[in-house]
């Protein structure tokens, strides 16, 4: 059962662009939503995360936004750029679940 | 400094064989998994460890089996190989208390021919 739903599943945005991904959950238990950042050959980075007591979170071009009623979460890229490029995931947990449940990933290609 | 390795980078093997998989991690942190991504990129939690003890033993064949010597490494060891279990399989560790961040290791290619 996926617990965290993603879309789009792959995304093209010209460079100098925005580019916006959609999470979204069933478990109102969930209380930490993360966004990885993963390059081909590479384990997952930590790109930036989120608690339900905030609606929004940004670091530098990427910006959570965090709907809790609709139980809702995106991640906006302003401004990409080709090294963009990369699949990301979101993700969710609970304090005492531990693991991670991953949305099924986007693949983000920024064109020059 | 690297936070969470893991050896080997690849692997390739034949059908029924058994081999193992290592992690460690010089972050501190209690708690250590394993996750699989398939073919189609999927991350699924495995197992998880909190200072050496199993915490979530996912739907994964009895094949399968973690070990922890010690908080820093956690070990998958896999028996009787199968095509199926061809992925990519990444260890990841996080300290326990309010930080959930999770730190994920560069991955293990499987290929099971």
């Known amino acids: 059962q996926q617990q965290v739903k993603q879309s789009p599943q792959s995304l093209i945005v010209q460079k100098g662009g925005i580019s916006i991904i959609n999470c979204a959950y069933e478990?109102?238990?969930?209380?930490?939503f993360p966004w990885y950042q993963q390059f081909p050959g590479k384990g997952p980075a930590l790109l930036i995360a989120?608690?339900?007591?905030?609606s929004e979170k940004k670091e530098g071009r990427f910006t959570i936004s965090f709907n809790k009623s609709a139980k809702q979460f995106s991640l906006h890229i302003m401004d990409s750029q080709p090294g963009d490029s990369a699949t990301y995931f979101c993700a969710a947990s609970t304090n005492s679940g531990y693991a991670l449940n991953f949305g099924k990933g986007t693949s983000l290609l920024v064109t020059p | 400094d690297t936070a969470v390795s893991q050896t080997p980078k690849y692997l390739v093997t034949q059908m029924g064989n058994d081999k193992s998989i290592k992690c460690e991690q010089n972050?501190?942190?209690?708690?250590m998994y394993w996750y699989k991504q398939d073919s189609k990129k999927f991350l699924k939690i495995m197992f998880s460890?909190?200072?050496?003890?199993?915490?979530i033993n996912e739907t994964v064949p009895n094949r399968f089996s973690p070990k922890s010597p010690d908080k820093a490494h956690l070990n998958l060891h896999i028996n009787s190989l199968e095509l199926g279990d061809s992925a990519v399989y990444f260890c990841a560790s996080r300290s326990t208390g309010r930080v959930y961040e999770q730190y994920f290791g560069p991955g293990t290619r499987l290929t099971v021919t």
């Open positions: 989120i608690r339900p007591d905030v």
């Open positions: 460890y909190n200072n050496k003890e199993l915490i």
């Open positions: 972050l501190g942190h209690d708690t």
């Open positions: 478990n109102t238990a969930f209380d930490y």
